[in-house]
């Protein structure tokens, strides 16, 4: 047994995660709570992160490696874990992991179950394992100093010194907030995670809030307290990441406690958020992710049009809408859009003139305008069939039909935001029950203009569109809608800005910043969240694209969550929808330019852009484009052409290069390994 002088150690080097800020690689982290606090919930959830190669994040934490990840139950079995995993894995939009190892130890001696457990991470190569629970497994005195130490020393540490993190599950005793036990424990965990319910008796079906506070941690902040909603259904489990509260509130505050805060605070006069946030003690952050909601489902209103917002629990004016008593009004409509992330941000400056087209006269003049360009940027506001709320007041009519007693009017409001959100979700991805309302139009020639099909039919533009190329951030949903709708099929080329932003992602502009079998590795875009304006958003959504490419442009998308079903549109909601599709030509020109600059405009031009349309067309017919069968088949093609192209450089004496040659070298490149970055061509 040897030493080394530090001075050889080197500069330190930064901390490695699997889970950014909770499991740290080789480092214990424990998670403790009372009864039903979710806390084996939490810890299997992070485990299915761990393992899974796709997931991104886990209860709102980014996911940094993966790896096996070895499940030591020592108090339920089989059958209960294998429900809760494939609900969760469900939820969470993945595949069950073949990484995820389960192994029940109910009844075997801590000197038998352990040493078998260390034999089995190593066989396996495990980066992490979940115990649930400690105290069942060791069987020791939680109160003694001396048995909680042993047990860490023989149980726990042998997986430390295999580069194994150890996730510990424990209770909490019934009086205090602390692990249960020696506090042995607190110095040995590396991070330590409080789980406590907020519901307490006032639980709704189907729902539960909880909140995790960080007890401890080596390189983050400490007494950091994340607020989560655990969804359950048949057949999923979601856990939803609310944010942080104010670092102020007690520990007894919830979602609905802070909607409280801002109702009686507003009672008071109108303010602003940094104003509400004063009064009510709530931070902003966390304010960010409520107000919106809350002007949604007219809780409270917007009562001002300047900037920053202004919130009031009276409509502005006289007749406005009064707020929602999920026991009467039954009329709202909320807007359907593919980007569904929410920020309550400053809003840009909106003509107070525009207007949509709504005379079939007036289609004329955007026909023409459309006959004269060969591009057109697109974009479409959409809202959920008529009638869709009677939807969410027969579901709730028939929970309020099942209970005994009157409930408390915070549990009726949860219960029909949760009717409410479930139809919501059921037709807001769906291009063959979304509505359009509107259709905005751009060209570099300076047509900005926006269909109200409510009004006109839209047949005409669409005829002109038809052998354009079109512009537009994630086709295939408003393609796919138009389809439905009205039949439309484009035969035009399509340059899809999401999938632009994908190609330079892989191709160039991506941070490996994502660890997987020891190296560092691009984050895959199409299920990454990034934080913009301070909040969580899709890494493809167009708010964040927008943001990466245009720095100086600020999109708003708060008004996307208002009523688009309303007889007369307002004209700030109107220059919403034409800044929309007026951006689109903007982000283009630069994506486009970015990959041109790395010998990619072959690659848009002649292949991305022309495959789009059919893309969509085998979607809406019921023939989903299979990524790994289009590899299988495509291997031979590129063999085969890969030896033409050969023969005919050999042929040529050495002098042949095609354009096709290049166009089969980068695409191969760029799909297969996303590392190719110089392409010198002669």
Same mark, same amino acid.
């Given at each position: 047994?040897?030493?080394?002088?530090?001075?050889?150690?080197?500069?330190?080097?930064?901390?490695?995660?699997?889970?950014?800020?909770?499991?740290?690689?080789?480092?214990?982290?424990?998670?403790?709570?009372?009864?039903?606090?979710?806390?084996?919930?939490?810890?299997?959830?992070?485990?299915?992160?761990?393992?899974?190669?796709?997931?991104?994040?886990?209860?709102?934490?980014?996911?940094?490696?993966?790896?096996?990840?070895?499940?030591?139950?020592?108090?339920?079995?089989?059958?209960?874990?294998?429900?809760?995993?494939?609900?969760?894995?469900?939820?969470?939009?993945?595949?069950?992991?073949?990484?995820?190892?389960?192994?029940?130890?109910?009844?075997?001696?801590?000197?038998?179950?352990?040493?078998?457990?260390?034999?089995?991470?190593?066989?396996?190569?495990?980066?992490?394992?979940?115990?649930?629970?400690?105290?069942?497994?060791?069987?020791?005195?939680?109160?003694?100093?001396?048995?909680?130490?042993?047990?860490?020393?023989?149980?726990?540490?042998?997986?430390?010194?295999?580069?194994?993190?150890?996730?510990?599950?424990?209770?909490?005793?019934?009086?205090?907030?602390?692990?249960?036990?020696?506090?042995?424990?607190?110095?040995?965990?590396?991070?330590?995670?409080?789980?406590?319910?907020?519901?307490?008796?006032?639980?709704?079906?189907?729902?539960?809030?909880?909140?995790?506070?960080?007890?401890?941690?080596?390189?983050?902040?400490?007494?950091?307290?994340?607020?989560?909603?655990?969804?359950?259904?048949?057949?999923?489990?979601?856990?939803?990441?609310?944010?942080?509260?104010?670092?102020?509130?007690?520990?007894?505050?919830?979602?609905?406690?802070?909607?409280?805060?801002?109702?009686?605070?507003?009672?008071?006069?109108?303010?602003?958020?940094?104003?509400?946030?004063?009064?009510?003690?709530?931070?902003?952050?966390?304010?960010?992710?409520?107000?919106?909601?809350?002007?949604?489902?007219?809780?409270?209103?917007?009562?001002?049009?300047?900037?920053?917002?202004?919130?009031?629990?009276?409509?502005?004016?006289?007749?406005?809408?009064?707020?929602?008593?999920?026991?009467?009004?039954?009329?709202?409509?909320?807007?359907?859009?593919?980007?569904?992330?929410?920020?309550?941000?400053?809003?840009?400056?909106?003509?107070?003139?525009?207007?949509?087209?709504?005379?079939?006269?007036?289609?004329?003049?955007?026909?023409?305008?459309?006959?004269?360009?060969?591009?057109?940027?697109?974009?479409?506001?959409?809202?959920?069939?008529?009638?869709?709320?009677?939807?969410?007041?027969?579901?709730?009519?028939?929970?309020?039909?099942?209970?005994?007693?009157?409930?408390?009017?915070?549990?009726?409001?949860?219960?029909?935001?949760?009717?409410?959100?479930?139809?919501?979700?059921?037709?807001?991805?769906?291009?063959?029950?979304?509505?359009?309302?509107?259709?905005?139009?751009?060209?570099?020639?300076?047509?900005?203009?926006?269909?109200?099909?409510?009004?006109?039919?839209?047949?005409?533009?669409?005829?002109?569109?038809?052998?354009?190329?079109?512009?537009?951030?994630?086709?295939?949903?408003?393609?796919?809608?138009?389809?439905?709708?009205?039949?439309?099929?484009?035969?035009?080329?399509?340059?899809?800005?999401?999938?632009?932003?994908?190609?330079?992602?892989?191709?160039?502009?991506?941070?490996?910043?994502?660890?997987?079998?020891?190296?560092?590795?691009?984050?895959?875009?199409?299920?990454?969240?990034?934080?913009?304006?301070?909040?969580?958003?899709?890494?493809?959504?167009?708010?964040?694209?927008?943001?990466?490419?245009?720095?100086?442009?600020?999109?708003?998308?708060?008004?996307?969550?208002?009523?688009?079903?309303?007889?007369?549109?307002?004209?700030?909601?109107?220059?919403?929808?034409?800044?929309?599709?007026?951006?689109?030509?903007?982000?283009?020109?630069?994506?486009?330019?970015?990959?041109?600059?790395?010998?990619?405009?072959?690659?848009?031009?002649?292949?991305?852009?022309?495959?789009?349309?059919?893309?969509?067309?085998?979607?809406?017919?019921?023939?989903?484009?299979?990524?790994?069968?289009?590899?299988?088949?495509?291997?031979?093609?590129?063999?085969?052409?890969?030896?033409?192209?050969?023969?005919?450089?050999?042929?040529?004496?050495?002098?042949?290069?095609?354009?096709?040659?290049?166009?089969?070298?980068?695409?191969?490149?760029?799909? !297969?390994?996303? !590392?190719?970055?110089?392409?010198?061509?002669?």
């Amino acid at each position: 047994m040897g030493g080394c002088s530090v001075h050889r150690h080197g500069r330190p080097s930064a901390p490695r995660y699997l889970v950014r800020n909770v499991v740290q690689v080789a480092q214990p982290t424990y998670i403790y709570g009372g009864r039903g606090s979710l806390k084996s919930m939490n810890a299997l959830a992070i485990a299915i992160g761990i393992a899974s190669p796709e997931a991104a994040e886990v209860i709102g934490f980014p996911v940094e490696q993966d790896g096996p990840t070895i499940v030591f139950d020592s108090e339920l079995n089989a059958d209960v874990f294998n429900s809760r995993a494939t609900a969760l894995c469900r939820g969470l939009g993945i595949r069950k992991p073949v990484n995820l190892i389960y192994r029940n130890v109910v009844g075997v001696p801590p000197n038998e179950s352990f040493p078998a457990l260390h034999d089995l991470a190593e066989q396996v190569g495990a980066v992490a394992v979940v115990i649930d629970s400690f105290g069942f497994a060791t069987r020791g005195d939680p109160e003694s100093y001396k048995d909680t130490r042993n047990n860490t020393t023989e149980y726990i540490d042998p997986l430390i010194a295999k580069g194994i993190a150890p996730i510990i599950v424990e209770h909490k005793p019934h009086q205090g907030n602390h692990i249960f036990g020696s506090v042995a424990k607190e110095y040995h965990g590396r991070f330590i995670f409080r789980v406590e319910d907020l519901d307490g008796d006032d639980r709704v079906k189907g729902e539960r809030n909880t909140r995790l506070i960080n007890e401890k941690a080596s390189f983050t902040d400490e007494g950091q307290k994340i607020s989560l909603l655990t969804r359950f259904s048949d057949d999923e489990i979601i856990i939803e990441n609310l944010g942080v509260p104010d670092e102020d509130e007690d520990d007894s505050g919830s979602t609905a406690d802070v909607e409280v805060k801002v109702r009686r605070a507003l009672e008071k006069r109108t303010m602003t958020k940094d104003e509400i946030a004063t009064e009510a003690a709530v931070s902003t952050k966390y304010l960010g992710n409520i107000l919106p909601r809350m002007v949604r489902d007219r809780i409270i209103h917007l009562v001002g049009s300047g900037v920053p917002y202004v919130y009031g629990v009276e409509p502005p004016g006289p007749g406005g809408p009064p707020p929602i008593d999920p026991d009467r009004d039954t009329s709202t409509t909320f807007t359907i859009h593919r980007d569904v992330d929410v920020v309550d941000v400053p809003e840009t400056q909106v003509s107070e003139t525009a207007a949509a087209v709504t005379e079939p006269d007036e289609l004329a003049r955007i026909v023409n305008a459309i006959s004269r360009v060969g591009t057109v940027a697109l974009d479409l506001e959409t809202m959920p069939p008529e009638g869709w709320v009677w939807e969410v007041v027969a579901d709730y009519k028939g929970w309020r039909k099942g209970l005994k007693n009157k409930p408390k009017k915070d549990r009726m409001r949860a219960q029909w935001d949760k009717s409410k959100d479930a139809v919501y979700k059921r037709y807001a991805v769906n291009p063959e029950t979304t509505q359009v309302r509107l259709i905005s139009l751009a060209t570099d020639a300076g047509l900005n203009e926006v269909v109200d099909v409510a009004y006109v039919d839209p047949a005409p533009v669409l005829e002109a569109l038809k052998h354009k190329t079109i512009i537009a951030h994630n086709s295939s949903f408003d393609l796919g809608v138009l389809r439905e709708r009205y039949g439309y099929i484009h035969e035009g080329r399509v340059l899809d800005t999401q999938h632009l932003y994908i190609l330079h992602h892989y191709a160039e502009a991506g941070k490996p910043s994502v660890v997987r079998e020891d190296k560092r590795r691009l984050p895959d875009p199409t299920k990454t969240k990034v934080e913009v304006d301070g909040t969580k958003v899709g890494m493809t959504s167009l708010k964040a694209v927008v943001k990466k490419y245009l720095p100086g442009v600020q999109l708003d998308k708060s008004i996307q969550a208002e009523d688009w079903s309303v007889p007369n549109l307002p004209a700030e909601m109107v220059a919403y929808s034409l800044n929309d599709s007026k951006v689109l030509l903007e982000l283009e020109a630069v994506l486009r330019d970015r990959l041109e600059a790395i010998g990619m405009a072959d690659i848009v031009e002649y292949i991305e852009s022309r495959a789009t349309p059919a893309k969509v067309w085998m979607e809406r017919n019921g023939i989903p484009a299979n990524k790994t069968l289009a590899e299988e088949m495509g291997g031979p093609v590129f063999r085969r052409g890969g030896q033409s192209l050969k023969e005919a450089y050999s042929a040529s004496g050495g002098c042949y290069r095609s354009r096709w040659s290049y166009m089969v070298l980068d695409y191969r490149r760029t799909r !297969t390994s996303g !590392t190719y970055r110089d392409r010198r061509r002669p």
